[in-house]
C-alpha cells in the first residue's frame, strides 16, 4: 500500500554515545523524524497523515508567502496558485506537496531531487536536491539548485522542520534566538517593513519559555560565529535542569550557513499529533525574506548552468 506521503528513507547512524536516527518522506523531501536514541527531536506525524502545516517539507522556489501569488517578470504579472485561501497567497513555493526523486542513499544519509519545469508563473528549469546526513552529534542538510535556463532564474529555499526536545514538554523549553531585527508584517503575513529585535516582544536574546509567547515572522541580520554561522537553541529549562542533574543532553542548536540569511520562528500551540494539540517551534532556515520575488530581499538570481548550495543542520547541545 502506498503511503499518504510517498516512499520513507530511513537513515541510521551508530556512535560511540548512540544510535541517531531519521525518516524522510518522499512527498515534499519532508524531514518527519529525527531522534538520538529515545531523545525525539522533532515533532513528527505520522506516515499516511499530510504534512501537518507543511511540517519538515522543502520550500522552492520561495520560502513563506507570494502576495497574492503576483510576480513581475519581463513586463508581465505572473499568477502562482493561491494556497492560502483566507491570506490570497501563494505559500512555500511549488516543490512542497511534489514527490521527490532518489538520487542517491547510505545507512546514514539519504539525497533526493526534484526538477522545477517551466511554467508561465515561473518560467525557468531548475534542478534542485536536498541531502540529509546524520553525521556524530547531529544532522546535517544541503540544498543545491541548478539553474538549466537560457535567462537568470530567481531563486530561494528554505526548510520547515517543527523541533521538540522529548525529555521534557515542549512548552517549558527555552527558546533562544540572537537575531537583531524582525520583519514585520501586515494582517495577510505580508513584511512592511524591518524593525529592531532588542527590548521589544520579538527579542529572544535572553531565552524564554517556548509556552509563554507566540511569533510568526521572519528574522534576519543574525549574528555569526567564527565558522559564519548563526544559531537558535531549544534547550532544558534551569528548573528541569536543577532537578533532573546530571544530565547529558541539555538541549538542540538549529544552525545555518551564511547562504541561510534569514529564519522563520513559528511557535503554534496547535500543532496536531494522534495524542492531541501540542506545543511546538518551527525553526525554518531560509535564504531569502518573504515575498522575495517582489521584494527582491535577498533573492538569488542563478546564472545559467550555475550550481548554488547551502547547509543548516542541528545538533545536541551538552
Known sequence: MISATGQQFSLTLETAKGTWHATVAQLGASLRVLKFNDLELVEGYPEDWPAPYCAGVVMAPWPNRTDGGKWTYEGQVRQFNINIVDQQNANHGLLMDFPYELVQKTESSVTLGATIYPRAAYPFLVETTVKYELVEGGLTVTHSAVNRSHAEAPYGVGGHPYFKFSADSSENLIFTSNAASVLMTDERQI????????????????????????????????????????????????????????????????????????????????????????????????????????????????????????????????
Open 191 to 318: 513584511p512592511t517593513h524591518k524593525a529592531a529585535t532588542a527590548g521589544t516582544e520579538y527579542d529572544s536574546s535572553k531565552g524564554r519559555r517556548l509556552g509563554d509567547f507566540f511569533v510568526d515572522n521572519d528574522f534576519t541580520d543574525l549574528p555569526r560565529d567564527e565558522h559564519g554561522l548563526a544559531h537558535t537553541t531549544l534547550t532544558l529549562s534551569p528548573d528541569y535542569l536543577a532537578a533532573n542533574a546530571p544530565v547529558e543532553n541539555t538541549g538542540l542548536d538549529v544552525w545555518q550557513d551564511a547562504n541561510f540569511g534569514h529564519v522563520v520562528f513559528f511557535t503554534p500551540g496547535f500543532y496536531p499529533t494522534p495524542e492531541g494539540l501540542v506545543h511546538t517551534a518551527a525553526i525554518e532556515p531560509a535564504t531569502c525574506g518573504p515575498n522575495a520575488l517582489n521584494t527582491g530581499d535577498d533573492l538569488l538570481w542563478l546564472k545559467t548552468d550555475e550550481l548554488w548550495s547551502g547547509q543548516w543542520g542541528v545538533k545536541l547541545l551538552h
